[in-house]
T-cell receptor
Framework: NAGVTQTPKFRILKIGQSMTLQCTQD?????MYWYRQDPGMGLKLIYY???????DKGEVPNGYNVSRSTTEDFPLRLELAAPSQTSVYFC???????????????FGQGTRLTVV | AQTVTQSQPEMSVQEAETVTLSCTYD???????LFWYKQPPSRQMILVIR??????QNATENRFSVNFQKAAKSFSLKISDSQLGDAAMYFC??????????FGAGTTVTVRA
């Protein structure tokens, strides 16, 4: 079972460069999330999506963009990389069945991004 | 916005002993979920246990159990019979009906042999 797959696992960017972190899930989950984890810290929500075509900002959206054209994919775009975006990025997904029932969130392995 | 607070940056426990991790949260909602996730050095996030706020009974999963105090907005995790494989960072997380899953800053658990 693939679950949530993130690529790449590691990346070094120069200041001002752009890149897209890929995330795909094969569980037909409607909810998808992007988090960043700074060293020794908890996870902060960047963006989330409740279904294809619907996205919304989390706690720290500045400097990032997302899209959700399909149920499976939820890419995160960094347009002008800055050193403050050095972090580990996690994608996650979960399924909402309605009537206040849902699954746990499944996480990808993370992408370690360094901006120099 | 919901706030999840873990006041213990680090905890150390002797193998086979018990350790309790604290978590408090701030919310005005009555229905929500609470979770404990484990993050070993591999970075993988692993669900340890979950609790639905409308259930009064505390959740248990083998050696892991919670003490859920809804009125106090407290959700502690007890690890019994600690094993070397329990060494990891543990995150408390909160989710309500607006879909957002919010995390605390984490507690690093060290297990001494």
């Amino acid at each position: 079972n693939a679950g949530v797959t993130q690529t790449p696992k590691f990346r070094i960017l120069k200041i001002g460069q752009s890149m897209t972190l890929q995330c795909t899930q094969d569980m037909n989950h409607n909810y998808m999330y992007w988090y960043r984890q700074d060293p020794g810290m908890g996870l902060k929500l960047i963006y989330y999506s409740v279904g294809a075509g619907i996205t919304d900002k989390g706690e720290v959206p500045n400097g990032y963009n997302v899209s959700r054209s399909t149920t499976e994919d939820f890419p995160l775009r960094l347009e002008l990389a800055a050193p403050s975006q050095t972090s580990v990025y996690f994608c996650a997904s979960s399924f909402w069945t309605g009537v206040f029932r849902d699954t746990e969130a499944f996480f990808g392995q993370g992408t370690r991004l360094t901006v120099v | 916005a919901q706030t999840v607070t873990q006041s213990q940056p680090e905890m150390s426990v002797q193998e086979a002993e018990t350790v309790t991790l604290s978590c408090t949260y701030d919310t005005s909602e009555s229905d929500y979920y609470l979770f404990w996730y484990k993050q070993p050095p591999s970075r993988q996030m692993i669900l340890v246990i979950r609790q639905e706020a409308y259930k009064q009974q505390n959740a248990t999963e083998n050696r892991f159990s919670v003490n859920f105090q809804k009125a106090a907005k407290s959700f502690s995790l007890k690890i019994s019979d600690s094993q070397l494989g329990d060494a990891a960072m543990y995150f408390c997380a909160y989710r309500n009906l607006d879909y957002k899953l919010s995390f605390g800053a984490g507690t690093t658990v060290t297990v001494r042999a």
